[in-house]
């Protein structure tokens, strides 16, 4: 395993073991809203600070994009940043749905390099390097084989923070619901994105995400097989949050279904 990526999935467990004792605990937690229907508990701030310690232990001069203390460290433009979600699926972690995940990507000089997903609940852990493919528990994983979107089971995440984008993406939706096998929204897009590399869905598809929620996946997503782009299906989708991922035959039936409802503001 590449040593940075070692870094990483201690720096992942030791986050997973936070978030496993603050369940157990639920009913104690300190819990802030950010914005309409985002939250945030005193258990990311702790699994955050957990992760960013023990990388910054490791690479001093690495700079860090983190969700709930944002960018820090070296400047944004040095060579190695680490994307980081302490805790991906906060709102069900927060109801006790057990669907949540520790999500951790390195960009080298802005490109996607390293990548760890941690599922505490299941005791999963999803890693990737770029070029060395995609593994699940050290067992290499890859996309699903099915070639029609009828037959394809599709993730995604409603909007639930800002609703700019809502009639696009009902349209969407409703075109899906009718072409597909089955529409999916675990709630961890960290998650979904891992469970499309390990074949367990056949595609995804999202607006308006953050880096930190979709870095790690999308690299395990590529590395084991698949395509990733945006919704005009450029590699921009990092910067506009706006994410269509698949294995590669179903990654183009699903940005062919989606695009007829892509508006100008989508596109960027």
């Known amino acids: 395993m590449h040593p940075m990526l070692n870094t990483a999935v201690k720096a992942a467990r030791a986050a997973g073991k936070i978030i496993v004792h603050g369940s157990q605990n639920l009913d104690r937690l300190t819990v802030k809203s950010k914005q309409g229907n985002d939250f945030v508990s005193e258990i990311d701030q702790k699994a955050e600070q957990a992760i960013i310690t023990i990388l910054l232990d490791a690479y001093p001069t690495h700079a860090i994009l983190a969700e709930e203390s944002g960018e820090s460290g070296a400047a944004s433009d040095a060579e190695y940043q680490w994307v980081i979600d302490p805790l991906d699926g906060t709102t069900n972690f927060l109801h006790d749905f057990p669907q949540y995940a520790v999500s951790i990507a390195l960009l080298h000089r802005g490109k996607l390099d390293q990548a760890v997903i941690y599922d505490p609940v299941r005791n999963d852990l999803y890693t990737a390097s770029r070029g060395r493919g995609a593994f699940l ?132």
């Open 137 to 268: 528990n050290e067992r290499r994983i890859r996309v699903g084989k099915r070639d029609k979107l009828q037959d394809a089971l599709i993730g995604t995440g409603f909007p639930y923070r800002d609703f700019t984008h809502l009639d696009a993406y009902t349209g969407m939706f409703r075109d899906l619901a009718q072409k597909t096998s089955g529409l999916r929204r675990p709630g961890s897009a960290a998650l979904d994105l891992a469970w499309l590399a390990a074949g367990r869905t056949d595609g995804f598809f999202e607006i308006g995400l953050n880096p930190w929620d979709i870095a790690a996946g999308c690299l395990l997503v590529i590395e084991a097989g698949g395509l990733v782009s945006d919704f005009a299906g450029e590699e921009n989708y990092l910067q506009s949050g706006n994410v269509i991922a698949g294995s590669p035959k179903i990654f183009v039936q699903l940005l062919q279904t989606i695009q007829p409802h892509v508006t100008e503001a989508l596109r960027r």
